[in-house]
C-alpha cells in the first residue's frame, strides 16, 4: 500500500470518529452546556448539514489550491476544531464550532479521493477509495468506542483532547506522506466545466443509485436498536456486539467492494445491489430469530460498503477531467441520503408501520438501484464512450 493512503487513511479516521462519537457523549455535552439531549441533537443535524451543504460551496472556493496544502489545511483546521470544542463555553459555540468543523470534513473526503486515484493505477482505483472510505469504517469500531470511553471515564472534554491528539496525527502523517504533486495538475477546470460534468448519464445515474443505497441502509439502521430489542428480542447487553458486527462487516466489505471495482466494476455493482435487495428480504424474514437476525446484519453492513466503494470509484473515474465539484458531492450525497432516510422512517412509524416494515422499503430501494445502474451500464455499453483522461500529475 503506498504510504500516502496511510496518510489519508489516518485523516479520514479522525474525521470519521468526531462526527459519530458525539452520538457516544451526547447526554454528557448537554448536561456540561445546559441544554436538553433533543437540542443536543443538533450537533448531529448540523454536522451532517455542515457536509452536505457548506462541503461543496468550500471544494469550489479552493479549487485553485494545490491538493496536498489543501489537506493539510484541513488537518490543521480539524485539529484546531477539536481544541476549540474542548474549551467551548456554550451550545451556540459549540453548534458552529461543529459546522465547521464538518464543511472541513465534506472538502477532506472529496480531494482526498481524488488524491487518493491519483496516486494509482487506473486498476487500484478501487482499492485506493476503499482505503479512504475504510477511515469512516473502522472510526466506528475503535474510535467512537474509545472516544466514548474516554468521555465516560474523564468527562466530555477530554473526548475532544482526544480528537486533537489525533488531528496532530493526521497532520504530521500527511506532511511527511504526502507527495507535493498530489492529486491531478493543471489549471482548474472551471466552474462551469464543474457542473457540465455532472450531466454525464454515469455521473447522475450513480448519485441516483447512492441515494436508493442511503435509504435502503439507514432507514432500518436509524431503528435498529428498538427494531432488535422488539422485532428479535435481543438483550440490549447484546446489541452493541451485534452493531460491532455490522461494522466489521462494513469494514471488510470497503476492501471487498475496492478489488470488485478494479476488477468489474459496473457488473460488481449490479450484482451487489441485487444481493442486497435479497439480504433485506432475508433481514425481514428472519427478524423474529436472533441467531439468523445478527448474521444477516453483519452481512448487511458488508454489502452497504462493498456497493459504496465502487459507486464512489465510478463517480471519480466519469469525472475525471474536472474532479472538484462531484467529488465533494460523493459525502454530501452520502449525508443527504441519510437525512432523507431518516426522515422516510420517522414517517413510517408516524403512519403506524412497525420496525418489521422498514427492509420492505429497503428492497424496493433496491430495484430502483439495480434497475437504474443496468439500464446506465447498457447505455454507456451501446455508446462505446469511455471515461475521460485525467489530468497528468504535476
Known sequence: MPLPLIALFIAAFAFGTTEFVIAGVLPNVADGLGVSIPTAGYLVSGYALGIAI???????????????????????????????????????????????????????????????????????????????????????????????????????????????????????????????????SGPPAGIGREVRVLGRQQVWTTLIVMLMLMIGQFVPYTYIVPYLQEITGLEPGIIPWVLLLNGVGATLGVFVGGRLAGWKLMPSMITLLVVQGFVMAAMYAASPYPLPMIAIVTLWGGINFAIGTPIQTRILGWTADAPNLASSLIPSGFNFGIAMAAGIGSLLRNAGFGYRSLPVLGIFAMVVATAVALGSYIWERRSGVRPPVPAAAI
Open 54 to 184: 457548506g462541503g461543496p460551496l468550500l471544494t469550489i472556493m479552493t479549487s485553485r489550491v494545490p491538493r496536498k496544502t489543501l489537506l493539510i489545511a484541513l488537518a490543521i483546521a480539524f485539529t484546531a476544531g477539536q481544541a476549540a470544542c474542548a474549551l467551548v463555553p456554550d451550545f451556540a459555540s459549540m453548534l458552529f464550532l461543529r459546522v465547521a468543523v464538518a464543511v472541513a470534513h465534506g472538502v477532506y473526503f472529496g480531494v482526498a479521493m481524488v488524491v487518493a486515484v491519483s496516486l494509482v493505477r487506473e486498476e487500484r482505483r478501487g482499492m485506493a477509495v476503499a482505503v479512504v472510505l475504510a477511515g469512516l469504517t473502522v472510526s466506528n469500531i475503535l474510535g467512537v468506542p474509545a472516544g466514548t470511553a474516554i468521555g465516560n471515564l474523564f468527562g466530555w472534554r477530554a473526548t475532544f483532547w482526544a480528537m486533537f491528539g489525533l488531528g496532530i496525527a493526521a497532520t504530521l502523517a500527511m506532511l511527511a506522506l504526502l507527495p507535493r504533486t498530489a492529486g491531478p
